[in-house]
Every structure is written in C-alpha cells, then in structure tokens.
C-alpha cells in the first residue's frame, strides 16, 4: 500500500516555473514507477510524464518534452516534476500515481495509486 502526497501547485503567469513534489509512504517507493498525469476541467486525465523505479529512464508525452523534468529521489520517498516555459493549456490538476509493474506506463489504468492531486493554473 502506498499513499501519495502531491504539493507544489499555483497560479503562476505564462513563461514561469512550477515545481512540483510527491511524498510517498510506505518502504517499498524505490521499486515503483512513478507517473504524473493531469486533467483539465470537461476533459479526461492524461499522462504527463514517467520515471522507472532507479530514475533511470523516463517518458514524456510530446507537449511536456523539453520543457518538463520528471525525478525521483528514493531516499526521500518524492517524485518530483519541475515544469518550465508554463503554457495556459497546462492549466489542470496534477496526479501523481504509482505502478508496482516495473514498464513506465502512460494509461492511467496501468496504475494502482493515486493521489488526491494539485491545482496548476497558467495565465496569459
């Protein structure tokens, strides 16, 4: 069982930066992926980025390349999401989830936990 902790969320201008953490509980945080997903009002949630269980490999998905960074740190339990060059359609709530399947995966039903999520908003 593990329980998830997001924080870091706000309101933050067009070009600006936000970083994100979950805090995870329970001992075995090292041998989960970690994903973030995010879901704006009226559409369904969708994946944002991964990062395998030794932080050794990560996936984005296309609109987050090169300007979001997905982390972990085991030894403190987080995952982190440092998002920079924030876009108004990155205006959402953001989840962080864990698998305990060791393949990053990018469907929120591939993942057994959740969080309760953070409030992002962008403005123009």
């Known amino acids: 069982q593990v329980q998830l902790v997001e924080s870091g969320g706000g309101l933050v201008q067009a070009g600006g930066s936000l970083r994100l953490s979950c805090a995870a509980s329970?001992?075995?945080?090292?041998?989960?992926?970690m994903g973030w997903f995010r879901q704006a009002p009226g559409k369904e949630r969708e994946f944002v980025a991964a990062i395998s269980s030794s932080g050794g490999s990560s996936y984005y998905v296309d609109s987050a390349k090169g300007r979001f960074t997905i982390s972990r740190v085991n030894a403190k339990n987080t995952v982190y999401l440092q998002m920079n060059s924030l876009k108004p359609e990155d205006t959402a709530v953001y989840y962080c989830?864990?698998?305990?399947?060791?393949?990053?995966?990018?469907?929120?039903?591939?993942?057994?936990?959740w969080g309760q999520g953070t409030q992002v908003t962008v403005s123009s």
């Open positions: 989830a864990a698998k305990d399947r060791p393949l990053l995966g990018t469907v929120p039903l591939q993942y057994d936990y």
């Open positions: 329970g001992r075995t945080f090292s041998s989960y992926v």
